[in-house]
C-alpha cells in the first residue's frame, strides 16, 4: 500500500512539474511580440494634444521607449532624431515614449528636452498604461519597429546604434 501512496505522490508531483515547465516554456514573452499587431496607444505630446499610433497609419514606426535617467537612452536620443529626419520623408516615423512613470521627478523628461531639442515626436506614459501593453521588459532602451501594416516586425532591447537602425530599416525603406 504504502508504494502505491508514493508512486501517486511522485505521479502527481510530475504532473505538477510538467505543466508549470510547458506553461513557461510555451507561454509567449510578455508584450508586444514580433509578428503581433501593434496596439494603439494615446499620449499627450510635448503640447499637451493627443498622439496615437494611428497618426502614422501607411507610415513605418520606430516606436523608442526612454527615460532620462537612462544612459543608453540618453546616447542614441540624437541618433533617433537623425534617423527621424532623414527618412520622415520616406514615410519612416521615429516616436519617443518617455516613461514618465520611471522618472525620478516628473519634470526631469521635459529639462532633458530643453536641453537636447529634438524634431521626433515625443510623447509621454503619465499614468504608466502605456508601459502595460509596450512594457520595458528588459529594461530601457526598448524599440520597437512597426510596419506600414501595423505589424510588430522586430522588437530590440538596448541601445541602438546608427548602423543598427540602418540595417533594421533598409528592408523596409
Not at 76 to 89: C, G, K, R
Not at 90 to 107: C, I, K, L, Q, S
Not at 144 to 160: A, M, S, T
Given at each position: 500500500?504504502k508504494?502505491?501512496?508514493?508512486a ?9 512539474i ?19 499587431q ?25 516606436l ?8 543608453p537612452c540618453?546616447r ?8 527621424h ?66 505589424i ?8 541602438l ?13
Amino acid at each position: 500500500m504504502k508504494k502505491w501512496i508514493s508512486a501517486i505522490v511522485v505521479l502527481i508531483a510530475v504532473i505538477i512539474i510538467g505543466t508549470i515547465v510547458y506553461e513557461n516554456v510555451s507561454s509567449p514573452p510578455v508584450g508586444v511580440n514580433q509578428g503581433e499587431q501593434a496596439p494603439e496607444f494615446e499620449l499627450p505630446d510635448l503640447d499637451g494634444e493627443n498622439l496615437s499610433l494611428s497618426d502614422f497609419e501607411g507610415d513605418f514606426v520606430v516606436l523608442n521607449l526612454w527615460a532620462s535617467w537612462c544612459e543608453p537612452c540618453i546616447r542614441e536620443f540624437p541618433v533617433l532624431d537623425q534617423v527621424h529626419e532623414t527618412y520622415e520623408s520616406d514615410g519612416v516615423n521615429v516616436v519617443a515614449v518617455n516613461m514618465t512613470t520611471t522618472e525620478r521627478r516628473p519634470e526631469d523628461a521635459m529639462e532633458f528636452l530643453d536641453e537636447n531639442p529634438v524634431t521626433m515626436p515625443i510623447a509621454f506614459d503619465e499614468d504608466g498604461e502605456f508601459a502595460d501593453v509596450y512594457p520595458p521588459t528588459d529594461g530601457m532602451p526598448t524599440t520597437y519597429f512597426i510596419n506600414e501594416e501595423g505589424i510588430v516586425v522586430d522588437v530590440h532591447h538596448g541601445e541602438l546604434t546608427e548602423d543598427m537602425l540602418e540595417d533594421r530599416l533598409q528592408p523596409f525603406l
